[in-house]
């Protein structure tokens, strides 16, 4: 939080020195813990969340250098400050090319070490408003197709193709789809496309307005039609007029209102409750449903005659579960996207073994379930990337479908193989506790080659398999 200290892990085998900077700190206002050697060091700095550490470079158990080496084993984003009586300017080098921020040689004065956090703190400052601007931008890159809808899969490419035909014309369209798969950003999106971007777009449920309070919301009302009705007023077809009005769940409408509805769609006139006229209207209209309309016409509950008025054009949105190559990218724009939105910049992505986690998952919530579940994550997370313990504990035991499972619906051999190369990395980093360099070992690649895959900026790719 912004209100917090910031804290510094100390890490010096001189008693004194550990005690005058603890002291120095404290009155600075940071927060202080130290550790007598770069082994206990990297403990502490493994188990807690450190701004910033401060660590000599010749001591016992584990030099700084060695300790510099370690921590960029571990997830950490804590800015690091090397200090020795011993500097040369090889030994700064050396320290700023295993990752250390700054050098500083002893003996220094107090106004020394404060200056340099002061300089690290701003530093880090720019950094983050740097990250925030470009996943700002990136987040502004991804949401630019269908009403901000995410998929480069086969299945959501038709749909974006189909939408974006269907945009140009004022024809009736119908959207299927399961609950939390879009319907109403795929509708959002085919207005902004359209000839009728720049007026309104109205959406309204069907099944969450009270039968009695129906008509009037859609086709207004005149004053005196019923009790309260005390002046006149515009229903949504009427305040929609020009632009477009989406209908969600349109299976939910009352078999009357279907007949007026249906009069509307035809005639292209709507007339208030209590009105002696009518009034003409143009409106595009888009429905949208979670049911199986022509079962339903089947059943008696809908009518056939507007089930064929509004299924003029029908885009079927597929679930989540049948497009697990969208997932990858759908989770690196919500991580954006609420990394954002909640200030946390430091949130870079998610860990395999949490992706794994999160393609093995059958998502009967689809893409709004995925979302709750990555904002949760993010708001949760205490390291650069998310992992499996950030996710619901509902995910964490569903437990590991076989790739050949994940790779149902997917056509291209490129998406194909990242899938099970995520899926393999994420099982080799469960097994050997989040070491990258094991990982790369049980998978019989380099370590280049696994950060390259990891997608991690900060990762160092000079690093060697022995670190």
Not at 88 to 99: L, N, P, R, W
Not at 115 to 142: M, W, Y
Not at 327 to 346: G, H
């Amino acid at each position: 939080m912004a209100d917090e200290l910031k804290r510094v892990l100390v890490i010096d085998d001189e008693e004194n020195m550990r005690h005058m900077l603890s002291a120095l700190l404290r009155v600075e206002g940071y927060a202080a813990e130290t550790a007598a050697h770069g082994r206990a060091g990297l403990e502490l700095l493994r188990g807690g969340r450190f701004d910033f550490v401060l660590c000599d470079i010749r001591m016992p158990e584990m030099d700084g250098i060695a300790f510099l080496q370690a921590a960029a084993e571990i997830r950490h984003s804590a800015v690091i400050i090397m200090m020795s009586a011993f500097g040369t300017v090889d030994t700064a080098i050396e320290a700023m090319k295993q990752g250390a921020y700054d050098f500083i040689s002893k003996p220094f004065k107090n106004d020394e070490i404060v200056l340099v956090l002061k300089k690290a703190e701003e530093r880090e400052r720019l950094r983050r408003e740097n990250i925030l601007l470009k996943k700002r931008l990136a987040v502004l890159e991804q949401a630019a197709g269908l009403g901000g809808m995410i998929g480069g899969g086969k299945a959501m490419q038709a749909v974006f193709q189909l939408a974006a035909k269907v945009a140009k014309h004022s024809t009736t369209v119908l959207i299927t789809g399961e609950s939390g798969t879009g319907k109403e950003l795929a509708a959002r999106g085919i207005h902004e496309q359209s000839g009728r971007a720049a007026k309104l777009f109205l959406a309204v449920n069907c099944g969450g307005i009270p039968e009695n309070l129906l008509e009037s919301e859609l086709f207004g009302h005149v004053r005196g039609a019923f009790t309260g009705a005390d002046r006149d007023r515009k229903g949504l077809f009427e305040e929609a007029d020009g632009g477009t009005l989406f209908l969600d769940e349109i299976g939910e409408l009352p078999l009357a209102m279907q007949v007026k509805l249906l009069r509307v769609v035809q005639e292209q006139e709507i007339r208030r409750v209590g009105a002696s006229a009518s009034r003409r209207v143009d409106v595009r209209l888009i429905a949208a449903t979670a049911r199986n309309l022509a079962e339903e016409v089947r059943a008696g509950r809908f009518r056939e005659d507007l089930f064929y008025r509004l299924n003029v054009v029908n885009i079927h949105l597929p679930p989540l579960r049948e497009r697990i190559a969208d997932i990858p990218q759908l989770c690196e724009y919500f991580v954006e996207k609420f990394a954002v939105s909640m200030n946390r910049p430091e949130i870079e992505g998610i860990a395999p073994a949490a992706l794994q986690r999160l393609l093995a998952h059958s998502w009967p919530g689809n893409v709004r379930e995925l979302e709750n579940v990555l904002e949760r994550a993010v708001l949760l997370a205490e390291d650069r990337l998310i992992q499996p313990d950030n996710l619901p504990e509902l995910l964490t035991e569903s437990g590991g479908r076989h790739p050949l499972e994940l790779l149902r619906g997917v056509s291209s051999i490129k998406k194909g193989r990242q899938i099970v190369d995520q899926w393999l990395i994420g099982r080799a980093m469960e097994a050997v506790g989040g070491n990258k360099s094991r990982a790369a070992e049980l998978l019989e690649i380099s370590y280049p080659s696994l950060l390259s895959k990891l997608k991690l900026p900060e990762a160092d790719d000079s690093a060697t398999d022995e670190m």
